[in-house]
């Protein structure tokens, strides 16, 4: 059974950093796309960014381009994103989710990871 | 914020059909294949259509998703009390190059 548990989220200062992490079991993590998607309190789904599955390709939303990062670790099958100057605009919650079909197809979804900037 | 557009709410009694649209442009939709999500308040998306017509293991036949030119269109057959729920369009944009969610659709049971 494909499981994606996410966590680092919490409460952060306006241009702080936190970094999420999404630990992944239950496929050949290095084998799969993995995206990040955010959904702000009542509002809908907001790509965020990918990495293909050796981490060599990767894509932004042009709203966190220059200051979030995605990267992912084969060894220990986990997927991060370092969030960094943040502001109150990137309150949401994050959602890592894999793409089993390697055509932005996000199939499998974690449960999500609240984070709340705000001072 | 969002480049394919939906309506806000749709509503039917059980047993009805819905359907949801979905406009996008010829960098999205017009060239990449289209997904639709369904999510209950409080829990993550799931996966409901994939490649314009495809359905998940798991997902019942009264779904069905359909794409033509830019736009694309979401049917829900037999319209049951458990499909209340938010959903959403989504594809690839080859000019932000990025995913492109809809604005998501209210469906009601009434």
């Known amino acids: 059974e494909v499981q994606l548990v996410e966590s680092g989220g919490g409460l952060v200062q306006p241009g702080g950093s936190l970094r999420l992490s999404c630990a992944a079991s239950?496929?050949?993590?290095?084998?799969?796309?993995m995206h990040w998607v955010r959904q702000a309190p009542g509002k809908g789904l907001v790509w965020v960014s990918r990495i293909n599955s050796d981490g060599s390709i990767t894509s932004y939303a042009d709203s966190v381009k220059g200051r979030f990062t995605i990267s992912r670790d084969i060894a220990k099958n986990t997927l991060y994103l370092q969030m960094n100057s943040l502001r109150a605009e990137d309150t949401a919650v994050y959602y890592c989710?894999?793409?089993?079909?390697?055509?932005?197809?996000?199939?499998?979804w974690g449960q999500g990871t609240l984070v709340t900037v705000s001072s | 914020q969002s480049v394919l557009t939906q309506p806000p709410s749709a509503s039917g009694t059980p047993g009805q059909r819905v359907t949801i649209s979905c406009s996008g442009s010829s960098s999205n939709i017009g060239s990449n294949t289209v997904n639709w999500y369904q999510q209950f308040p409080g829990t993550a998306p799931k996966l409901l259509i994939y490649s314009n017509n495809q359905r998940p293991s798991g997902v019942p036949d009264r779904f069905s998703g359909s794409k033509s030119g830019t736009s694309a269109s979401l049917a829900i057959s037999g319209l049951q009390s458990e499909d209340e729920a938010d959903y959403y369009c989504?594809?690839?944009?080859?000019?932000?190059?990025?995913?492109?969610f809809g604005t998501g659709t209210k469906v009601t049971v009434l």
């Open positions: 989504a594809a690839w944009d080859d000019s932000l190059n990025g995913y492109v």
């Open positions: 239950g496929f050949t993590f290095s084998s799969y796309w």
């Open positions: 989710a894999r793409d089993p079909y390697s055509s932005s197809c996000l199939g499998d």
